[in-house]
């Protein structure tokens, strides 16, 4: 494709140097970025999005001026220097991730954006010339924890700074569009749905492949072929049920009705019908490991001899600085040999550098079926022939849920690799019992194109600290007002307002029917609803009034004591066997006279008469036994018979005591309008007019708290830190401290916390092994409940001391963020201190692995985790190498970077 004339000279320079032309997408992108525009485009996986980032590197060298290329994660920014090396030349391309630092001062800088926006409140020098930066894979935006420093970014670039942001497609481009021009000034949206490699969707069932759509491009129709398929076999399994189970029968002897093909099966139809390579998704990383090995169980074998020898070749190279003592330990031999058969997992639990292998293998054609977690799906280059979806549910985080449109789009958006493939394959595997991957299902995910980008933007304490004392709180406010999240708010704002308008107009047309918005009609009706409301409120209150007179009578019950049961199917005498345990739900064990055993609570008793008295039990009652049960009852009823019972029914005396109720009723019965001959029609009206009158007045308050919601958010947070001292002053001239200058050096989801720690000296006199591991707890996340486990064994009494007082503090910083209505800061998690103090100590992988907990539960961490979270603590190290107040604790915490970075932690650290 040849550059229109109208493009200008730098552009067509730029094409000369590619192997292809351009698409028109990318030529309007260019040009647009040429004409001194900031860009948005927004186009599908594998379209060709980043060579408009390169053409605005393109653009910052031949005007000797910089340009910074910026990833949401450390494998995209590796990823992306290559790629610009290998074009420009190592000496004008750098580096930055936080872990590694190369070539910084060169003109183009590839960099993880939080470094970049780390840079931008230190107003670092390196911003001087800086004319260009590219944010790749801006739909990031939505992850928790990087969406605040996306927009944080975009919004504190100097103005005449060109900013390219690159996007899968998303639904709500033109939106996202029109706030970088509303923050950035005059912005191009480049929107491009068409894939360069068109996607066929398919499902497989058993072991055949069929067409989801029927032929002839029809995107609506399901195949017939396929829903007939399905229902014979809904129709064998069916008959099957009614087979007689003789020998070697039944259901778990018949040829897998239920159950969707087997993985070896699958890639086994796949490698048949010519669609290797492939990338199955498996939603969990057991899942991924678990396919491997069923794989290798299979006689399944997808290379030949030369493949395998290149295979060989490039995990030698790769892993030649690991130990030789840590294979066994890492999976190594059958990890290899899985890729030396064309097989291979790929998820965030593997060693970095088994993933890196895996990944270069893939893209070099040389591995044929990839399992691989949903994360592959955000970024990395390794486009396939195939994509399979074995499951169209995964789990959330809180739950188990189908997938989305935007989600099935992006998972499948990995099928076709442009240049080499005609098209790209998508295939659903279907099962009987998966009502999610029916064909009219996967028809509507595959038919319909919505992935809205929402933000999750909100001031935490580093970011307020930074706003403060780069402009003040009023500029800071006005930052925020400018944000993505206050500009989707405000949005939605008017859509709110428009029904505030639509409701006034129906309120005026009620009144109008009332005699005005004064009607004694309507004051009446106000006053009824008054009394209503308030009879409600006294029922509610004598309810729970005897619910906790209730518990309190049933907590108060000890062993042996003889109780009336006064409501329920169990009413009548019972003794009680065993107390309750818990004062707040207490539920002690009785036994009835009718022989029931079991817990009770207020719905049972009263607890309206104290016990009749007691009677003596046998040190040990076995009341599960019937016998026991018998002989127990017949003995209470014994114990009983001189006690004075009273009735089983307890009347219930009404105290309406209440003298505003009273006042309100005769106000009532006293209004102008209580005897007007059409009351009740016109208070049904009336009624309406306040149903009304209620919805708008909440209208009106979600409509308050969209608007400046994040300016509030800060103004709480700045009082929060007043208070503890990390700002002085009040008014419109507050000034960061001391420790506010601290706090500003500590990037953290637990930025408060490390601080505070930092400046009450709670991490004092420690080891390096022993900071490491205290520092692991404020970074550690478990992956099970999120609330890692706390009190497991500690290795030295120093670290329990240290993490005692951590948690103190942080226990702290959480009263104080739910007395100012702030987001409460996450806990300690204690999970990985013993593992990250063993492998700063003695290097040793293994007793390092088995000192982990990975899920809350005592599991140990996969090594691939175990390297992540090593690196997670060096990152969080190094701030405190920084910002420490100390020369003691700067000096440890250097010492804990050098013990915790050797081994695996070392290797192919990218």
């Known amino acids: 494709m040849t550059t229109p004339p109208e493009t200008g000279p730098e552009l067509a320079a730029f094409v000369a140097q590619l192997p292809f032309g351009l698409d028109p997408f990318q030529i309007r992108a260019c040009a647009a970025l040429e004409a001194g525009h900031g860009v948005l485009v927004c186009a599908p996986t594998g379209a060709g999005k980043t060579v408009v980032g390169e053409f605005a590197v393109h653009l910052a060298l031949a005007a000797g001026h910089k340009c910074f290329y910026t990833t949401p994660i450390k494998a995209l920014s590796n990823q992306k220097h290559l790629d610009l090396t290998h074009r420009y030349g190592a000496d004008r391309v750098g580096l930055l991730t936080g872990d590694q630092s190369i070539n910084a001062d060169a003109p183009v800088v590839v960099m993880t954006t939080e470094v970049l926006r780390n840079m931008l409140y230190a107003d670092s020098p390196a911003l001087q010339g800086l004319s260009h930066v590219v944010m790749d894979e801006v739909h990031f935006l939505a992850d928790r924890m990087r969406g605040a420093v996306w927009e944080e970014v975009i919004l504190h670039l100097p103005e005449e700074v060109r900013l390219v942001s690159l996007s899968a497609t998303v639904s709500n481009a033109e939106e996202f569009g029109g706030w970088i021009q509303t923050v950035r000034g005059d912005t191009t949206v480049v929107v491009d749905e068409h894939r360069p490699v068109p996607l066929s969707q398919h499902m497989m069932v058993g072991k055949r492949l069929f067409d989801l759509f029927q032929s002839g491009g029809n995107k609506t129709l399901v195949d017939p072929n396929l829903l007939r398929h399905i229902a014979h076999r809904r129709e064998a399994d069916r008959l099957a049920d009614w087979q007689p189970r003789g020998r070697g029968r039944g259901r778990q002897g018949r040829p897998g009705l239920h159950r969707g093909p ?542 005692t007082a951590t948690r103190r503090l942080s226990a702290q910083i959480r009263s104080d963020e739910q007395r100012h209505r702030i987001a409460q800061s996450r806990e300690p998690d204690d999970g990985f201190v013993a593992a990250i103090h063993q492998w700063a100590s003695t290097g040793n992988l293994a007793s390092s692995l088995a000192a982990s907990d990975g899920n809350g539960s005592g599991s140990p961490l996969s090594a691939g985790d175990f390297v992540r979270w090593c690196r997670q603590v060096l990152d969080l190290l190094d701030q405190v190498r920084i910002a420490a107040p100390t020369p003691a604790l700067r000096t440890t915490a250097k010492r804990a970077l050098n013990d915790i970075r050797r081994g695996v932690v070392a290797v192919d650290a990218g």
């Not at 190594?332 to 293998?361: C, D, K, N, Q, S």
């Not at 009413?571 to 002690?588: F, K, N, Q, S, T």
Request: net charge neutral; with cysteine; glycine share 8%.
């Open 262 to 803: 087997s993985r070896p099966d699958v890639i086994a139809t796949l490698d048949a019908e010519g669609l290797l390579p492939a990338i199955t998704f498996v939603f969990s990383r057991a899942g991924c490991d678990a396919a491997v090995k069923q794989c290798l169980r299979a006689p399944l074998r997808l290379t030949d001899d030369d493949e395998r020898a290149r295979i060989a070749e490039v995990i030698d190279r790769r892993c030649a600085d690991l130990a030789q003592s840590d294979l066994a330990v890492l999976g190594y031999y059958e990890w290899r040999e899985g890729l030396l058969r064309g097989l291979a997992a790929h998820h965030a639990g593997m060693l970095p550098v088994f993933r890196h292998t895996v990944e270069e293998l893939f893209t070099a054609g040389l591995v044929k079926a990839v399992f691989a977690t949903e994360t592959l799906a955000l970024g990395i280059n390794m486009p396939a022939r195939t994509v399979v979806l074995e499951r169209l549910v995964k789990y959330n985080g809180e739950q188990h849920a189908p997938l989305t449109p935007g989600e099935y789009t992006q998972l499948t958006g990995r099928a076709g690799r442009r240049g080499i493939d005609v098209e790209g394959h998508a295939v659903v595997l279907w099962h009987a019992d998966d009502s999610a991957a029916e064909p009219a299902e996967v028809a509507g995910l595959a038919s319909t194109r919505t992935f809205p980008l929402k933000s999750s933007f909100a001031p935490s304490y580093n970011m307020t600290i930074n706003l403060v004392h780069q402009m003040g709180p009023d500029q800071a406010r006005k930052l925020l007002e400018r944000s993505f999240a206050q500009y989707q708010a405000d949005r939605s704002v008017v859509g709110l307002v428009r029904g505030i308008a639509r409701g006034e107009k129906m309120l005026d047309e009620l009144a109008a029917e009332l005699g005005g918005r004064d009607s004694p009609v309507l004051d009446y009706a106000r006053l009824r609803a008054t009394i209503t409301a308030r009879e409600r409120a006294q029922s509610r209150a004598s309810r729970l009034h005897r619910r906790r007179a209730a518990d309190e009578a049933l907590a108060a019950l000890r062993r042996g004591d003889i109780i009336t049961i006064t409501h329920g199917r169990r009413g009548g005498l019972a003794v009680v066997l065993e107390p309750a345990h818990d004062r707040d739900d207490p539920r002690p064990l009785i036994l009835t006279e009718h022989h029931w055993a079991g817990r009770i609570s207020s719905a049972d008793y009263s607890g309206a008469s104290a016990p009749l008295g007691s009677m003596a039990l046998p040190k040990r009652v076995e009341y599960r036994q019937p016998r026991v049960r018998r002989d127990l009852a017949s003995a209470l009823r014994s114990a009983a018979a001189g006690l004075d019972v009273p009735s089983r029914r307890e009347k219930t005396v009404d105290r309406d005591t209440d003298a505003e109720l009273a006042g309100l009723r005769e106000q009532l019965r006293r209004h102008s309008a209580h005897n007007v001959p059409d009351r009740e029609a016109q208070l049904r009206i009336a009624e309406r007019y306040l149903r009304i009158e209620r919805d708008n007045e909440q209208i009106r308050q979600k409509v308050a708290a969209a608007t400046n919601s994040l300016a509030r958010t800060f103004d709480r947070i700045l009082v929060l830190l007043t208070e503890r001292g990390f700002i002085e002053g009040t008014g419109d001239t507050p000034r960061v401290t001391e420790d506010g200058r601290l706090l500003a050096r500590i990037y953290s989801e637990s930025d408060l916390l490390v601080a505070e720690c930092l400046r009450h000296g709670a991490w004092e006199g420690l080891t390096p092994a022993e900071l490491a591991a205290v520092v692991s707890a404020v970074q550690f996340e478990s992956r099970g409940d999120g609330t890692g486990p706390q009190g497991l064994q500690t290795p030295t009494a120093d670290i329990r001391r240290a993490l």
